[in-house]
């Protein structure tokens, strides 16, 4: 899914009001976590979840009454029987939520977020929300990253907090402040470029792989020296399709802590072409696909002619993908997106 934020972006030209309701803080066991955010317009659901089920359809009552209202909201759900009139699936926490009624009035931050992201810069959403009266609050957003985080004269630990939550690289990790004066709270949401899937190979796998990374939230390369295969209406899913050589292309590449490079060419030959200027480098992920008997000539070749050391043929992923007794093209490709998932789940520290 589409960071919200710049799904947002998209829908500012609908002519219907839309409204943003994101989950600030949870207690207990809840459907959803902090961070998680969801888009409703006149009609209900439009993007995104804070829950499902019975909760979503109360906040979907609260969202639809912000449109008529215009007034945003800060409200907090006992997710018990009574409280849900008897329905069952309940968790039996508590969940506060964050109704925004005119999230188009922070676009300059949005348009601020993307184009940090497109400049692969992680940064921290601030939203600073002050007390009105009853649930009524005001809303305030600002963009930091790690150059412009100093200007936040709010408090100095929490701009201790968005130097860390930057470093830390880890999304989850959505945090409240309550201010001195009692009547604002700051939450700080993390927000990163998404991870980089360089697909070499266009053929079947490669292009179901590049479909599931999309819905994974990968930016997609893919790479094949065949035209017929690198095009825009073989690959729909591709952000970016590059025709040529792959180890040439890979070698000319930045391939960097958020970089996932997947070898899955025609044949032997290619998929070490390939290989050979991953060795040694930053990516997060280097997987290859082969047989261990192919996997172990390769290696056996790559150590014997100096392009590797045993050490850093320990960190490619050969044979590529989890074990789950994949058969057919769409299951391999399953297989190989959840290694990327498992790896990717693993925090990278990066200095700020």
């Known amino acids: 899914m589409k960071n919200l934020y710049l799904q947002l972006l998209e829908f500012q030209s609908a002519s219907q009001p839309l409204v943003l309701a994101t989950v600030t803080k949870t207690m207990g066991s809840t459907p959803q976590k902090p961070g998680s955010s969801a888009l409703f317009n006149i009609k209900g659901l439009l993007y995104g979840t804070v829950g499902g089920g019975v909760l979503e359809d109360k906040i979907q009552q609260s969202a639809l009454q912000a449109i008529t209202t215009k007034e945003s909201g800060y409200y907090h759900f006992n997710l018990d029987k009574e409280m849900l009139n008897g329905e069952d699936a309940l968790c039996g926490g508590q969940i506060e939520i964050l109704i925004d009624a005119s999230p188009f009035d922070h676009l300059s931050v949005f348009e601020e977020i993307k184009r940090s992201l497109d400049m692969k810069i992680p940064g921290v959403l601030a939203t600073t929300v002050k007390h009105t009266v009853g649930n009524k ?54 927000i990163f470029p998404p991870p980089h899937s360089i697909i070499a190979g266009a053929g079947h796998i490669g292009k179901a792989l590049s479909h599931i990374g999309r819905l994974l939230d990968f930016e997609i390369t893919m790479i094949d020296d065949r035209e017929e295969y690198a095009n825009q209406a073989n690959l729909p899913d591709a952000d970016h399709i590059l025709v040529g050589d792959a180890g040439e292309i890979l070698e000319d590449m930045d391939l960097a802590p958020d970089s996932y490079v997947v070898i899955v060419t025609r044949g032997h030959k290619d998929d070490a072409k390939a290989l050979r200027p991953c060795i040694g480098c930053e990516a997060a992920y280097v997987g290859m696909i082969g047989s261990r008997n192919k996997v172990a000539l390769m290696r056996e070749e790559f150590i014997k002619k100096g392009w590797a050391e045993p050490r850093e043929w320990k960190d490619i992923h050969a044979p590529i993908g989890l074990d789950i007794q994949s058969k057919s093209v769409e299951e391999i490709a399953i297989s190989i997106a959840a290694q990327l998932i498992q790896v990717k789940n693993v925090k990278i520290p990066i200095h700020v």
């Open 137 to 190: 609050v005001s809303i305030e957003r600002k963009w930091f990253t790690a150059s412009t985080v100093n200007s936040f004269n709010q408090n100095e630990i929490a701009v201790k907090e968005i130097k860390r939550l930057i470093q830390d690289r880890d999304p989850a990790q959505y945090c409240e402040f309550k201010m001195a004066d009692t009547e604002r709270l700051i939450f700080l949401e993390p």
